[in-house]
């Protein structure tokens, strides 16, 4: 009995230990999330549904729908993703600085600014051409995968190998492969047989819900856990 007990509580130091190196990682998740829902009013219509659609390419809102700037959607991106990182250095900082907890939060950081970078070399400017006129439909056009999201998705899969999170990686997939379906075709949503009826701000929601329900989570389990 007494050796039972002794592995019980070796077990639930592990555990409070596991959840107090990584209990931090609730803020980044909710700072992707909210980039990303953010990035809603960059669209013309996100929710309604137009007469006609002219999608500006590269698809600097995020997906291939019309928006309401090309300027402003680069400089939303090109800034908010650099915020939201400088946000997580502060963080995981002042958790190592108070807590005595180190997480590898620099690949974040790289993986995610690296990503920004290299689309931004790619693509250059905040100027195209409808996407109406690019052969997007036909099949996927490596073009199409000149947006945004794609640096944030792969800044949440290094956040979820950093954090070894299943869920984080998890996230970051789901985010990619929606930007990559919903950006390699025009119109938006196109699906064997028609298109489905969602607008671009149906979608990003459907990007950030898994974030803010991982974030949810794993404050409540952190906060559980706590001393």
């Known amino acids: 009995m007494e050796a039972e007990q002794t592995l019980a509580e070796v077990a639930r130091l592990r ?60 400089a939303y991106w090109f800034l908010g993703v650099p915020l939201v990182l400088a946000a997580t250095a502060v963080w995981y900082r002042w958790r190592e600085r108070h807590l005595g907890v180190r997480v590898a939060w620099p690949v974040f950081a790289a993986v995610a600014g690296g990503a920004l970078l290299i689309l931004a070399v790619l693509a250059a400017v905040p100027e195209g051409q409808p996407a109406d006129g690019i052969e997007l439909a036909s099949g996927m056009f490596w073009p199409g995968l000149l947006t945004p999201l794609l640096p944030v998705a792969a800044g949440v899969v290094a956040l979820g190998v950093a954090e070894r999170s299943r869920a984080l990686l998890t996230a970051g997939a789901w985010i990619a492969l929606l930007a990559i379906w919903l950006c390699g075709s025009f119109p938006l949503g196109r699906v064997p047989g028609g298109t489905l009826s969602l607008r671009p701000g149906h979608y990003v929601l459907l990007m950030a819900v898994p974030l803010i329900v991982f974030a949810a989570v794993r404050l409540a389990r952190t906060v559980r856990v706590a001393p």
């Open 15 to 74: 555990d409070a230990a596991r959840a107090r190196a990584h209990g931090g990682v609730w803020l980044p998740a909710v700072a992707v999330a909210l980039l990303l829902l953010g990035s809603i009013v960059l669209y013309r219509d996100p929710f309604g549904e137009p007469s006609s659609i002219t999608a500006e390419f590269p698809f600097w809102a995020g997906l291939a729908d019309q928006q309401r700037s090309p300027a402003a959607s680069y």
